[in-house]
């Protein structure tokens, strides 16, 4: 009995969570970011046009709102945490989707005004091995400025 009401309160919650983050984006573009995540690391769909770009880490985001900016975009990236997020909202994002994002980039999003969906809620972005708190979550864990953050990895991500 206990698993089965542990079990229809996570479903209560999955259903409560999609039905707030899903809020003001549409379906469409939710599939083509999650379809199009499975293959590359950012997807920006601005204009009626659909963007991909590739590399590791947020070296893919950096690049993105050095040139441009998310205004009027959907935008997808394989994994958000704290400093994903930070340049998501420097760059103007309204509406983001992933399949990964942590508790700190949800705040963010939450405390900028950031409509988000996710498929799943960590406590943290961990480094590649596992074993610790990833290096770029380290470095934006003192501050909780857009623009502090975009400095800091403008300065540090070569272009």
């Known amino acids: 009995m206990k698993i089965l009401n542990f079990l229809t309160a996570v479903l209560c919650a999955v259903v409560l969570f999609s039905s707030f983050a899903y809020a003001g984006m549409a379906k469409e573009d939710i599939d083509i970011l999650r379809e199009q995540l499975s293959e590359h690391s950012l997807v920006v769909i601005k204009e009626g046009k659909t963007e991909v770009y590739n590399g590791r880490g947020i070296k893919p ?8 900016n998310f205004e009027d975009a959907y935008a997808g990236d394989k994994v958000i945490g704290k400093a994903a ?8 994002a309204k509406y983001v989707y992933t399949p990964l994002i942590s508790k700190p980039a949800v705040e963010v999003f939450k405390k900028h005004s950031v409509k988000y969906s996710a498929d799943r809620v960590v406590d943290n972005i961990k480094n590649r091995k596992g074993d610790d708190l990833c290096p770029m979550e380290k470095k934006v864990s003192s501050t909780d400025s857009p623009e502090e953050a975009y400095k800091l990895f403008d300065n540090i991500i070569p272009q």
């Open 61 to 68: 985001l950096v690049d993105y709102v050095r040139d441009k």
């Open 85 to 92: 997020a930070l340049l998501f909202v420097y760059g103007g």
